[in-house]
């Protein structure tokens, strides 16, 4: 399948990326690793007059180490994020959920910057980024923005970025110290995509109280969510097998759960809860 | 028809330069106008991975990578893992534990097989049949192209090299 036709350009930085959308009114759309943008193109679901591809802008790939968080670069692709050593060490359900996107081509090809801008509903990525209460940075025409992932969310491929801007860098706020995190995933058995996907970070005190905990849950609802409810019920309760069972029946309360041909709405609010209750379970067992 | 844009690619050692559509796929630079039919193009739609190569070595679907995106890259495609004289470790493999039936799918989860142990050269079973995820075999139900993938792992250590691709390394610097 060939996309219809359209204009090229590589740009070398932001200001130029920037540039070139302003110039082409609208009819202009990034192309970093293409992996959401061209099946759609191919599939004429989208049809941008002119591709502005940025992926050799230097300035947006890499993670750099700051003293709240790690700031994952729009460019980095998913293979760069889960081997990360860094990564890996604090930011465990990051590192895991970037080895679940899509497969290992997919993976090579894929930026972290693309996959959040896209904004699929069942993407692994917005689960992780609530969790670790990440803000996305934004250059526009008007200089830098920061966006909360909770604000940058908006509906299935819905979000937050104003017009003619580009995604320069996620910090992901690394979780008190002594905290766990797991990514807890259910793959659509054809697409892989997430039928139910919790990122669940705990911390717990010396009295096995749990002191900080976020729960981000994608694929069961119209956008990825916190799960608050869930939250709020493990706060200041001893971090036990009870606690979990109690708190995991909240998991499908703050997202619009709806059904498809796959999953009804009521299958999928189940898994929300089971499978809550599995991820936190793993943070017990650690 | 937008305008054709000048792209130089070194393909399997080789510079190759073309003019093209934006909106040509790799797959199709490869197949129609280098003759490179090796690579396949199955689903069309970034699922099968039949179209596999490796672009800057590592393994990527060109149905969904276009060749102006690959612009002064290096691509490996099946045709430059070696030959009836001198198998790569991975067809090597596919030969011995009979990893393949029809053969469609073959050359892509091949070049698929050498992007994962370029980067995990001893995988457990586990890992091969993860690594292999993005290819879809409709013949052999997997157990053999496994086997394949571990006896290229297995031949690999033992000669104490590192999989690699003889022809892309010896190509022009980019």
């Known amino acids: 399948m060939i996309s219809s036709t359209f204009e090229y350009e590589r740009v070398s930085t932001v200001a130029e990326a920037i540039e070139r959308l302003q110039a ?35 300035e947006l790939h890499g993670i750099v180490r700051e003293p709240d968080g790690l700031v994952v670069g729009a460019l980095t692709t ?7 050593p860094m990564v890996r060490e604090y930011l465990p359900a990051l590192a895991q959920a970037a080895s679940k996107v899509g497969d290992l081509q997919v993976r090579n090809r894929g930026t972290l910057g693309g996959n959040l801008s896209h904004a699929d509903m069942a993407s692994d990525l917005p689960a992780v980024a609530l969790a670790y209460e990440a803000e996305v940075y934004v250059v526009t025409m008007d200089g830098e923005e920061t966006l909360q992932a909770e604000e940058f969310f908006l509906g299935p491929l819905l979000t937050a970025m104003p017009e003619n801007s580009v995604m320069r860098s996620v910090k992901f706020r690394t979780p008190p110290s002594g905290s766990k995190s797991v990514y807890e995933k259910v793959p659509h058995p054809a697409s892989g995509y997430a039928v139910v996907g919790i990122a669940a970070v705990v911390a717990v005190n010396e009295d096995n109280v749990v002191t900080h905990a976020r729960i981000g ?26 606690a979990i069972q109690s708190a995991a029946v909240y998991a499908s309360d703050d997202g619009m759960i709806a059904g498809d041909l796959y999953a009804s709405e009521a299958y999928r609010r189940q898994l929300c809860k089971v499978h809550t209750a599995r991820a936190l379970r793993k943070l017990l067992a650690q | 028809m937008s305008q054709k844009q000048h ?62 995106q690959a612009d002064g890259a290096e691509v490996t495609t099946v045709e430059g893992l070696g030959d009836m004289n001198d198998l790569h470790p991975v067809q090597e493999g596919f030969w011995e534990k009979h990893g393949l039936q029809c053969g469609f799918c073959t050359p892509g989860v091949m070049m698929t097989a050498v ?49 690699e691709v003889a022809a892309a390394g010896s190509g022009s610097e980019e």
Do not use: W
Request: overall charge neutral; proline content about 3%.
């Open chain 1, 78 to 84: 998913h293979a760069h994020v889960a081997s990360s």
């Open chain 1, 24 to 58: 082409a009114g609208g009819e202009a759309k990034l192309l970093a690793g293409g992996h959401s943008l061209l099946p759609m193109m191919k599939l004429r679901l989208a049809s941008p007059g002119k591709l502005i591809d940025i992926s050799a802008v230097q």
């Open chain 2, 115 to 163: 992007g994962l142990l370029k980067h995990n050269p001893n995988p457990t079973e586990e890992e091969i049949r993860e690594g292999l995820e993005g290819v879809i075999c409709r013949c052999t139900g997997y157990q053999n192209i496994v086997r394949a993938v571990q006896y290229a792992a297995q031949k690999t250590s033992q000669q104490g090299t590192a999989v």
């Open chain 1, 217 to 242: 849950i994608t694929g069961a609802a119209d956008v990825a969510y916190r799960a608050r409810g869930v939250e709020d019920a493990l706060i200041g309760k001893a971090f036990t097998e009870e």
């Open chain 2, 7 to 68: 792209v130089t690619l070194t393909v399997n050692g080789v510079k190759r330069s073309l003019e093209v559509e934006p909106r040509q796929l790799l797959v199709h630079a490869l197949r129609d106008d280098l003759g490179l039919t090796g690579t396949h193009v199955g689903c069309d739609t970034s699922q099968c991975g039949a179209c596999t190569v490796l672009l800057n070595g590592e393994a990527v679907k060109s149905c969904t990578t276009l060749t102006v």
